[in-house]
């Protein structure tokens, strides 16, 4: 763990002379009106995300019915939560353990669960990946990634029509291959992990009407991901042009799927870093805004936090319970 932040707050110091700290010192007064919007679209990605991992979980085990804001308070602690540790491990440990322990289902299917609604946001980036590449290497322009784009949706929905429930066991095998060699990384967790998936085998099959619904949250995550980076932008005074923010944030998702270090500290600033400079965004802007980002989504994943528990607490009196509980 000592290593993890040692090499995260290398990165950030390198990050600070090449991009002249000194520029910090004129922050921009904060658009407030921008950072409300950053915290609402921080609200919608976790919705979306929640509604994706629900609906992964009812297929893995058709006989569970959890509540939705249970769930979602578990996702939300792990995002918080993530912030002092690598996000990969606070994913992972956090929900897994909400759900064997509160929810009561298996070990593996609750790890399986998780591995598989992250293994999607790995979908979603390897769809971006192509036009995103071509746009950022100036082989295509705007518009002519916005056509692959839609091309790439095209033949993703006929694979969709083509398997049908059979969508994600096509996609699994990979999946697979992917998970065991990242979750062997994972301290203390790791061997017991890598039982949980071998033990539960492959999940039972998806309904068609399940493969459309997931995809459709992963596309509305990846949307209010998009939007929450631009307003961050704007938050900060610093233009970002839309449709260049909605190509290049696989740049910035890539360095959060490395997450070596707690919260991704310094690898996250380092991609998002990388993204603006092919953006054409000046030097002193950008170490204005991954400074920025990284505390408005401190702030927003704080607020969550403290208002999941505000919920909880004044629900509890409603109902006269003692106190307030995960259910």
Known sequence: MFAAWGLGLLLLFLLFIVGDGFDLIRLPEPR??????????????????????????????????????????????????????????????????????????SFPVAVFSVLFDRFMDVVIFLLMALPSFLLIAGIASSIQSVSILVLLLLGQSLLICWKKGETFHYLFSISRVLVFRWVSKIPILGNRVKRGIEQAGDPAPFTLHAVIKIMAWNYVKYFFL?????????????????????????????????????????????????????????????????????????????????LNRFFYFVRSKWRGEEGFSWK
């Open 32 to 105: 407030w009106g921008s950072v409300f919007l950053v915290f609402l679209f921080t609200v919608g990605f976790t919705i979306a995300h929640n509604f994706r991992w629900r609906e992964i979980i009812e297929s893995l085990s058709p006989t569970w019915r959890g509540e939705f804001f249970s769930l979602y308070r578990s996702l939300t602690d792990s995002y918080a939560i993530g912030k002092i540790i690598p996000m990969d491990l606070s994913l992972l440990g956090v929900r897994s353990y909400y759900l064997n322990r509160v929810e009561k289902l």
């Open 226 to 306: 998009s939007l929450r980076f631009y307003f961050t932008g704007r938050a900060l005074g610093i233009p970002l042009p839309l449709l260049e923010t909605f190509f290049f944030l696989p740049f910035v998702q890539l360095s959060g799927l490395i997450n070596v270090t707690p919260g991704g500290i310094g690898v996250v600033e380092a991609g998002t870093y990388g993204a603006l400079l092919l953006m054409g965004i000046s030097k002193s802007q950008i170490l204005i805004f991954v400074v920025g980002q990284r505390v408005l989504l401190i702030g927003s994943f704080g607020a969550l936090f403290v």
